[in-house]
């Protein structure tokens, strides 16, 4: 345990840092070399994958529109849903989730009164921290975002339902269920049942339900998510969700598969634009995920090799921020059983501050704000932590330069 | 040279044909194994392509939306496109028309006084007959369309003059400029200058120019095409063209790589809304596509391979189609140079009933009209025969079965 270091002393800690001339890049959830390494054998598949579905369909070949019976049986009974009900898209599921928010401003979705985009003024609800491309398709789109705020069981379910009870413009809520970006929190079961159960004056209310982080687990025994879907069906709201997953981060994030689910009639509904704008996904490598991933197992034992990796990389930054920055009262943050984010919280009005003067080092961070609607972090104290990339030793430096910046702007700020 | 059968024989023939109990399916150009079987080592490439681009990017990761940089640099190579002004996608060209064209109707192109979703009745001119699934495109965005005749140097511009000259609702039109979809036409010089070179009343025209057979020759010395976007760039409107490509017919249409270009300006409103709904396509295959084609060396000389094994099936149904109608006046049809289809004309007011009897034979063909926008091709006589699925002897059938069909109903309706 450190003394409690006085403001000339981390002043001099950070001078060093800076002299070090460091390059450290965290501003995003990306896997390291190593983790996209467990995936080789993808690669190797390719040849040994073939070319012929288990039904013997071509995949080389036009057709299969909605993404290959197989895959979407593997990846159906992984997520919990018919794989009658899940489509498959190429890869980024963001494509998926842009393409369903723009067909909804354009031509609306099913039950409502007319597109989106002829409302006067289009709102979608969105947890906050949360994850800045959500944010930035809704801008681009012109929905308007009405930020709400999360805590360890979820989003504040009581400010939701007021909001969508009492406006026919709130259209729908972004959100990522489990291990969310970046606060890694969980949704509790009573939240997802009461997003599904709430009564909202806009017939034609969707969630949009980021299962990004679905097989991510950091640690065994991970706590359940609540199906959506079924919650929904049995609320009697059976279209309300549309279902977003990938394998970005369990193979790889530059060649991976996405997918989204519905109801019987919400995949109906997205078959048919889909069936409009393309004669088919990528199914050779939706084989050879297949072949790779082979089932439930084969995926768990997977996925528990990539938290063999990135697990000690979680635990070093907690190590740091503890050491550094324990029990002083200038920040707090999350500790993740899953995903891919720390979520840190300075005193008010010191994040953007230290995000410069972690940048200034050498350590490039998340812009401070970018976790929230139009980037604006209302107390500017939230600053997002992406460990997995870099190596422990990088990671060790970023933390500490990332701590020592945090303290500084507290001694300026008054804050210690 | 057979003798002019009499309606008995053609109905006694048409019978035996009917008793055969065939399945033959000529709905689609789709390429046939053996064509697939040529692009048998992009499979195995996957493993020894290895994932670093040249300039050691990690392709299994996150980034690099525009594509890897030297597929850019092969694919502008290969088109005469500058590489900085191409952006690649994944599987399927018709996703970025789609996306391009959904764009336009949300928010409007460079120049657009207000979204063409706003226009009383956005309207887009197109050549038919044509291909049906750009057709299905703007009717499902709610692009009226106006059907343009077309010959064998391209569409009736002196029509579409008069159109864009009058009517600032007239905002795009969709060409297949080579080897068109069905016709074969190759646009001639003149007809290239002067899409890029009239003057349109409305400021945000585009034509959106599906380059879909730009490798796709059947015989050497194939007639070149004017660089749309050169054309466009020297008349003073740069901005005009988008250009679509697509790998689909070189090596796998379940999984290759899209492709659009267009002006340095038109280049940046593409990356810019691709920015907010991807982060990334597929890099992996990319990669594999530049170490399989490697240059346009080697695309020329897969394409010459694709050419054997298709080229004698165009000329058989030419053969089959000249002994069974040749000289009777009851069809005419195109002798293409390229691309996939051969596009049969009938007198008027026969192709539907035609169609019918070949599928009632177990001949299945393109719905007649389905090459005209709505379905509707207002003489009802044309008739989309793709050549290069079957094998031949199942192709000299199928084409029998059309002809025999054809002379049926021409008897039946006293053309004969």
Chains 1, 2 share one sequence.
Not at 72 to 87: A, D, K, N, S, V
Not at 144 to 165: K, Q
Not at 210 to 223: E, K, M, S
Not at 340 to 360: H, N
Request: glycine share 8%; net charge negative; with cysteine.
């Amino acid at each position: 345990m450190p003394q409690e270091p006085t403001a000339a002393a981390v002043k001099e800690r950070y001078q060093a840092a800076c002299d070090l001339g460091l390059d450290l890049d965290m501003t995003r959830g990306k896997p390291c070399a190593e983790q996209l390494d467990l995936s080789h054998d993808l690669l190797a598949a390719s040849e040994g994958a073939g070319y012929l579905s288990q039904a013997g369909a071509d995949c080389r070949n036009y057709g299969i529109l909605e993404g290959l019976p197989e895959a979407r049986e593997l990846f159906g009974g992984l997520l919990g849903i018919p794989p009658t009900q899940i489509l498959l898209g190429d890869n980024a599921s963001l494509s998926l989730m842009y393409d369903v928010l723009s067909e909804a401003v354009r031509q609306g979705v099913p039950g409502s009164p007319r597109p989106w985009g002829e409302e006067s003024r289009p709102k979608i609800l969105c947890p906050a921290p949360g994850y800045d491309r959500h944010f930035t398709v809704c801008e681009f789109l012109g929905l308007e975002m009405i930020p709400i705020e999360i805590d360890e069981n979820g989003p504040d379910t009581a400010a939701i339902a007021r909001l969508v009870a009492s406006d026919p413009t709130v259209k729908g809520i972004f959100c990522v269920p489990r291990y969310s970006n970046p606060t890694g929190a969980t949704y509790s079961d009573e939240v997802v049942t009461q997003l599904a159960a709430m009564e909202t004056t806009a017939p034609d209310f969707r969630i949009l339900w980021d299962d990004a982080y679905a097989f991510h687990h950091l640690y065994p025994d991970p706590q359940p998510l609540r199906s959506i879907l079924d919650e929904c069906a049995r609320a009697g709201h059976p279209d309300r969700a549309f279902v977003f997953a990938s394998t970005s981060k369990v193979t790889f994030p530059g060649a991976g598969i996405s997918m989204v689910a519905s109801s019987v009639s919400g995949f109906e509904w997205l078959s048919e634009f889909r069936s409009k704008k393309t004669i088919g996904p990528d199914k050779l490598n939706q084989l050879r995920h297949v072949r790779f991933l082979r089932d439930g197992v084969g995926l768990e034992a997977h996925m528990a090799r990539h938290a063999e990796i990135i697990r000690p990389k979680f635990e070093l930054v907690d190590q740091v921020l503890c050491e550094e920055l324990g029990n002083r009262g200038v920040a707090s943050w999350s500790q993740p059983r899953g995903g891919y984010f720390i979520s840190l919280d300075t005193a008010q009005g010191c994040a953007k501050e230290a995000v410069a003067k972690a940048a200034a080092a050498g350590v490039k961070l998340t812009p401070a704000g970018a976790t929230f609607p139009y980037g604006k972090d209302p107390l500017d104290r939230n600053i997002r932590i992406a460990p997995t990339f870099p190596t422990l030793p990088e990671l060790r430096q970023a933390t500490e330069v990332l701590a020592l910046s945090i303290l500084l702007v507290s001694f300026e700020k008054g804050v210690l």
